[in-house]
């Protein structure tokens, strides 16, 4: 039993009346999971899984952590909700830390429900500071599904949401193995990708810019990590044209590289930093945004037009203190960097050097990507581009066997994703490289 109703009432229930994501609603079948404890859940007929996707890349302190749990139930019996115009401890503490973890002079919070709503209030504030309207976003980039986050969006998701908010022009960032600048080392990539910005500032007039917004580290479109230099070189072209440098950390921040904001590996400090998804682990819906004495400025005397009913809920916001305490506490920001090169990057190695359809294994921290190809030398993709149907059959191949060997991968057109809670054990970890090394037998039978 799970709740009021039966595992089997579940899964009906969810046919009849759940309308899910992203999906053709007949064709879905999911899975009724029943329970979970750190880095594994398991469903109604007690199969478990090995959690290598967290959840949707939030699920950073693993299920049932007893610290945020407890919080959530402590924060429930104290004060459920509280209109947003009112201080509130939870909500003071959860603001108070975030700005003790975020770089520079960014110190100040306004709470959403997740990533995507953080997107189109950073939005908003940019182009409220500057007075401007462009935005400049990323091919090969996602910021979630609303009207101009999906916008901002540079993957399929964006296409049938066309055509939504004006003003967004997209751009190529830094992608050594696959450059769209014919690069040939990391250098030449960030030398030539500032250039190509350059150049769209130049075009589109660097005085209609309002800001360039870009995951830090790109997620879902393939944990690209930015060659050394290009943060740097973006944060002085903004700096030059007056356009201020939104960062996406909805899956990159609170730990998952490493740090606990992606953008601490290289030293540049954003005017907006955007959050969801690891404040919290998703125990309760919590996103933000992280701004500066700049932004902040321009609404000290004059109102924010944006609010949400919700924006600092207490449950939420309990549950984030709890988490960055034991992120504090367990010093997992040190642990994650530790693991990924330690124990992740050599294993990823070898792993590509016993696969030929392994093309680039990329990432840091706990956030690394697995590139399938079917050929080594031309790099071409072991499924193309947005491929649905018989033409995404390999990667569902590599999935079936990532399953039946009890793990559960996030992947993502041609690629496989390793990003498991950051609580999991080095065993755990070794566990589940080991079952993807299994599982990838099924793509390397596709190679040409
Ligand atoms: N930005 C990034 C980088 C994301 O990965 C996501 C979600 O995956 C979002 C924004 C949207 O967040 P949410 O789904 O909480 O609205």
Redesign the pocket.
């Known amino acids: 039993m799970t709740g009021h109703i039966s595992d089997a009432d579940a899964y009906r229930d969810d046919r009849a009346h759940v309308f899910h994501s992203w999906s053709a609603q007949r064709a879905l079948d999911p899975v009724v999971v029943t329970g979970g404890l750190g880095s594994t859940f398991w469903d109604a007929a007690g199969t478990r899984y090995l959690d290598f996707s967290s959840q949707?890349v939030n699920l950073n302190l693993g299920h049932q952590h007893p610290r945020v749990v407890a919080a959530i139930q402590e924060q429930a019996a104290l004060l459920c909700t509280v209109a947003p115009s009112f201080a509130n401890p939870a909500r003071s503490e959860a603001a108070r830390l975030i700005a003790e973890v975020a770089p520079g002079d960014l110190s100040h919070v306004f709470f959403t429900n997740?990533?995507?709503e953080a997107?189109e209030h950073a939005v908003k504030m940019a182009r409220l500071t500057t007075g401007r309207h462009k935005i400049l976003a990323a091919y090969r980039s996602?910021?979630?599904?609303t009207t101009g986050?999906i916008t901002l969006t540079g993957d399929p998701r964006r296409w049938a949401n066309e055509p939504a908010m004006p003003g967004v022009v997209r751009f190529f960032g830094p992608y050594p193995y696959r450059s769209s600048f014919h690069a040939d080392s990391p250098e030449q990539e960030t030398q030539r990708a500032l250039q190509h910005l350059e150049e769209v500032f130049m075009f589109e007039g660097p005085g209609t810019i309002a800001a360039v917004v870009l995951?830090t580290v790109v997620?879902?479109n393939g944990i690209l990590v930015p060659p050394p230099g290009y943060l740097a070189g973006v944060r002085e072209l903004c700096d030059r044209h007056g356009a201020l440098l939104i960062c996406?950390e909805?899956?990159s921040g609170f730990g998952r590289c490493g740090e606990w904001f992606a953008v601490d590996r290289w030293g540049v400090v954003p005017d907006l930093i955007t959050f969801?998804?690891g404040v919290n682990s998703g125990y309760v819906p919590l996103?933000g945004v992280v701004l500066g004495d700049k932004v902040y400025d321009t609404f000290a005397e004059r109102p924010f037009p944006g609010g949400l009913t919700y924006s600092g809920h207490p449950l939420a916001c309990a549950a984030a203190v709890a988490t960055i305490e034991v992120m504090r506490d367990e010093r997992i920001p040190e642990r994650v960097k530790d693991l990924g090169e330690r124990v992740v990057a050599p294993r990823l190695e070898k792993l590509r050097d016993r696969h030929p359809s392994v093309g680039e294994v990329r990432g840091l921290g706990l956030f690394w990507a697995i590139e399938l190809v079917r050929d080594r030398d031309t790099r071409e993709m072991l499924v193309p581009y947005n491929a649905s149907g018989a033409a995404a059959k390999p990667m569902a191949d590599v999935v079936a066997a990532c399953k039946a060997r009890g793990v559960w991968p996030f992947t993502h057109f041609n690629r496989l994703h390793v990003v498991p809670p950051l609580v999991v054990t080095e065993e755990e970890l070794l566990q589940g490289i080991d079952a993807i090394d299994d599982a990838l037998d099924a793509a390397d039978a596709h190679v040409a």
């Open positions: 949707l997740g990533g995507t997107n996602y910021h979630g599904a986050s995951e997620g879902t996406d909805v899956m969801a998804k996103g």
